[in-house]
């Protein structure tokens, strides 16, 4: 919670005012299936304006590193090139059991230090690794595969092996040097970093055991934030699971700042708020969790933004593609209704 001096000259009590002097232009207020689908257009090509001019693709080059038998799935490591002299790493986890093209799903991390490695099971027997698992639920790369989807888990950039797994920037939120340095090169890093994960899902594209009728997207926290940009704006996602990222401008960014460069779309709340970009994934099947003991993201704003939410859905004319799980637990990944909202959008899709 940021301390609010009571004197008229301290800026954040401007910010506070400014906030609810603005009433975002594009907030969702449609009534029918028509108005909704031609508001979404609108959303769609102004989050492409806001988020900056992608990249020119390059090459994927890819260049297999490493391979791992488990006894459910075997885990490959890549190394990829997204644009010119830009590099991801990535975990391919490919379940075992061959003859039919099978479902993939693409599982983006949150913040934390070990970027991928977490999301794919992968601690190299470190205590500290295997904490930052257990503390959330967080290998569901690893969990989907056992459960028989391909997942594919990247490292983001400012995340990771993508830093080195160190801030070379002591002192300072490496996402926020990042997102200037983007900025003033004439990017964003959310921008660069959702255009890396669409050359992710061109990269998996390429296995021929991978159906790409049947992609899938799920994150964490920034991994939500990656999820809820991808879902809407690549069309060979199918289905996603938002996992602890619903939530309102107020309280994420005014009232109890928790964001950082990585997240940041410019200008975003002069048009609307992280509700309804979500909502402008309707109808596409979509999964929400928020945990109702989230200090993150806490479950008040879950709850306001779950509503915007629900109005976008039934009016898409499709409410029952969206499920919603409030769970007993904290910032983390629930796993208690994804595995069905899975198999049901993906593995059981056009059956």
């Avoid at 995340?159 to 340095?181: A, K, M, S, T």
């Avoid at 879902?231 to 401008?249: E, F, G």
């Avoid at 109808?283 to 479950?299: N, Y």
């Amino acid at each position: 919670m940021v301390e609010i001096i009571d004197a008229p000259q301290i800026t954040d009590n401007f910010i506070l005012k400014l906030y609810k002097r603005i009433k975002p232009s594009m907030s969702f207020k449609a009534t029918s299936k028509e108005e909704f689908e031609e508001w979404k257009v609108k959303v769609k090509s102004k989050i492409l304006e806001l988020l900056g001019e992608f990249p020119e693709p390059a090459p994927l080059n890819p260049r297999l590193l490493s391979s791992e038998e488990t006894e459910k799935f075997v885990r490959e490591k890549w190394l990829i090139q997204t644009e010119e002299d830009c590099y991801v790493p990535l975990y391919l986890l490919i379940p075992k059991g061959g003859g039919v093209k099978k479902p993939a799903i693409l599982c983006a991390h949150g913040h934390g230090p070990y970027g991928k490695d977490s999301v794919a099971g992968v601690h190299f027997n470190d205590p500290d690794r295997k904490a930052d698992i257990l503390r959330h639920n967080y290998n569901y790369g690893e969990q989907m595969a056992a459960a028989g989807f391909v997942t594919i888990v990247p490292d983001w950039r400012s995340f990771g092996e993508r830093i080195g797994y160190r801030n070379p920037y002591p002192g300072r939120d490496i996402c926020n040097v990042h997102f200037l340095q983007h900025l003033i090169l004439g990017r964003t890093l959310l921008g660069a970093n959702i255009f890396d994960g669409m050359r992710v899902i061109d990269f998996l594209l390429t296995r021929d055991y991978v159906d790409s009728e049947r992609i899938g997207c799920m994150g964490l926290s920034f991994g939500g934030t990656m999820t809820t940009f991808l879902a809407l704006l690549d069309d060979r996602i199918k289905a996603a699971d938002i996992i602890c990222y619903a939530t309102i401008v107020e309280h994420y960014a005014i009232h109890r700042p928790n964001f950082c460069g990585s997240q940041i779309v410019p200008y975003l709340y002069k048009y609307m708020d992280v509700p309804d970009v979500i909502a402008a994934i309707a109808p596409k099947p979509l999964l929400i969790e928020s945990g109702a003991s989230d200090t993150c993201f806490w479950i008040h704003s879950a709850l306001k933004a779950h509503e915007t939410i629900k109005r976008a859905y039934e009016v898409s004319g499709h409410p029952e593609n969206l499920w919603i799980e409030v769970f007993p637990g904290e910032h983390s990944f629930s796993g208690r209704r994804a595995f069905d909202f899975f198999k049901k959008f993906l593995v059981e899709r056009n059956m």
